[in-house]
């Protein structure tokens, strides 16, 4: 059974109702529900969420809207779902602080294989838990330091809030310096499944992580652009 806290956020209530019964089925039973901007907030305030099913056409706000307000108290996974296509509407979501989006009509259960799949890349909570060891392992890039046990990306000294797909794709580039990694490379990795995600996601969350460890972002050092192969983060001191 997954103890995992999701959150969707829809007014058709058809759509709630449908996706609730779905995930419960698929053995997540800590499922609640809202039916606007406002319901979905006061919710993130009082329940630590770890997953949100988010609409983009709401009542009182647009999920795209509402994201950056979300961001600002959790860095919970946010999947929205859009009946819009455009490149423009993929990349406003991923902007605001998405994670991933799924386009309506949708089959319910590529909803519960996302999240999966994004489940098992999480480390576990006790791993969180564990005390700092010889055993921990920090990517010491000298600007950056990424810290798998504790799940932290920290700048300059100080720590910076990292989005989870954001910080699980950072990580994989850590786990494989100096390596060119290719678009399909990544979404295999990083969200497992290649076939149900557009490239643009690969390179919003690339400039994601730029904006986090680079000083200048538009003229990265750590995080390069290998021109028709991929991307390659140049690797610093590993402990």
């Known amino acids: 059974m997954e103890t995992n806290n999701i959150l969707i956020v829809d007014d058709e209530k058809a759509i709630v109702k449908m996706l609730e019964l779905m995930l419960k089925k698929e053995g997540f039973q800590h499922i609640y529900t809202a039916h606007s901007g406002s319901e979905a907030l006061e919710i993130v305030e009082k329940?630590?969420?770890?997953?949100?099913?988010?609409d983009v056409m709401l009542?009182?706000?647009?999920?795209?809207?509402?994201?950056p307000k979300i961001r600002e108290k959790t860095n919970a996974?946010?999947?929205?779902?859009t009946a819009k296509v455009s490149d423009l509407d993929v990349l406003t979501g991923f902007a605001t602080g998405g994670d991933d989006y799924v386009t309506?009509?949708?089959?319910?259960?590529?909803?519960?294989?996302?999240?999966?799949?994004?489940?098992?890349?999480?480390?576990?909570?006790?791993?969180?838990?564990?005390?700092?060891?010889?055993a921990t392992k920090l990517y010491d890039?000298?600007?950056?330091?990424?810290?798998e046990s504790a799940g932290e990306l920290i700048v300059n000294g100080e720590p910076v809030p990292c989005p989870t797909q954001v910080y699980l794709l950072l990580l994989y580039f850590c786990k494989h310096?100096?390596?060119?990694?290719s678009k399909s490379n990544l979404l295999e990795a990083v969200w497992g499944f290649e076939h149900f995600?557009?490239?643009?996601?690969?390179?919003?969350?690339?400039?994601?992580?730029?904006?986090?460890?680079?000083?200048?972002?538009?003229?990265?050092?750590?995080l390069l652009t290998v021109r028709g192969l991929g991307y390659k983060l140049i690797k610093g001191k590993q402990i």
Not at 59 to 67: A, R
Not at 77 to 81: A, G, K
Not at 107 to 128: C, D, G, Q, T, V
Not at 200 to 219: A, F, L, M, Q, Y
């Open 47 to 54: 329940i630590n969420i770890d997953i949100i099913i988010l």
């Open 141 to 147: 890039f000298g600007r950056f330091i990424l810290d």
């Open 104 to 134: 309506k009509p949708f089959n319910p259960l590529e909803i519960a294989a996302r999240i999966k799949a994004y489940l098992r890349r999480m480390p576990a909570p006790s791993a969180k838990a564990q005390p700092i060891s010889k």
């Open 77 to 81: 996974y946010i999947i929205f779902l």
């Open 197 to 222: 995600v557009d490239d643009n996601t690969v390179s919003v969350h690339i400039r994601r992580i730029r904006e986090r460890i680079e000083e200048d972002p538009s003229n990265p050092k750590f």
């Open 177 to 181: 310096p100096n390596i060119v990694l």
């Open 59 to 67: 009542p009182d706000c647009s999920g795209f809207e509402l994201c």
